[in-house]
């Protein structure tokens, strides 16, 4: 669903993923290796929820995306609901919505290009990458989606559909960082009164 109101500032976080997990049965003992890393995008919804109690002003949304085939994605989007607080209560709700049960989530299939494309007719497009420009220069839009992988480089299929639109590329540091973090710093960082260039200090 594509946020055109104007009453708030509309966050989304896109966390790709490498592959799809297959899910047969929903086991959540070693859920992290047997699901292909799920636990981050469980923890993601954790994050936004924590800032969603305390940044009002904003809404915010979490992308998990994984892909299909070459021109198909598989959306699972989640908005704070304040009901999930552990991590595993989320990865439940991801295998169920992986399985097609009803949960928190909604589930969408679309090709990559209409993904991309009705997100970039509405949102500020950036792309978090370790090879991006310094985020400092970057003030934040009303509306901005922040592309991340998740444990990997998006797959290639996403990131050639994403050259096709108009997008920044952006670092919040030289290293590699957590999902969870980069999400956290993310938020942290629209409402600090910290001074940017002492918040680079931080990292």
Partial sequence: MIETGRNHQ????????????????????????????????ARAFIIIEQYARVQKEKQLIVHGVFPENDEIIT?????????????KQAVLEILKALRGKETSLVKREEPVD????????????VYLSEKGKPIEGYSGKEKTV??????????????????????????IGPHSYLATHVIAYILWRSQSSISLDKSQELL
Avoid at 118 to 123: A, E, N, P, R, T
């Fill in 75 to 87: 959306i699972l989007e989640y908005r704070p609901t304040g009901t999930i607080r552990r991590e």
């Fill in 146 to 171: 922040y592309v991340l992988g998740a444990h990997k480089d998006p797959p290639a299929m996403f990131h050639e559909a994403l050259k096709r639109y108009k997008h920044s590329e952006l670092s």
């Fill in 114 to 125: 209409k993904y991309l494309r009705g997100l970039s007719k509405y949102y500020d497009l």
């Fill in 10 to 41: 509309y966050y989304i976080f896109t966390i790709v993923f490498p592959e799809k997990p297959a899910v047969k049965q929903i086991k959540l003992k070693g859920y992290a290796g047997l699901y292909k890393r799920i636990d981050i995008l």
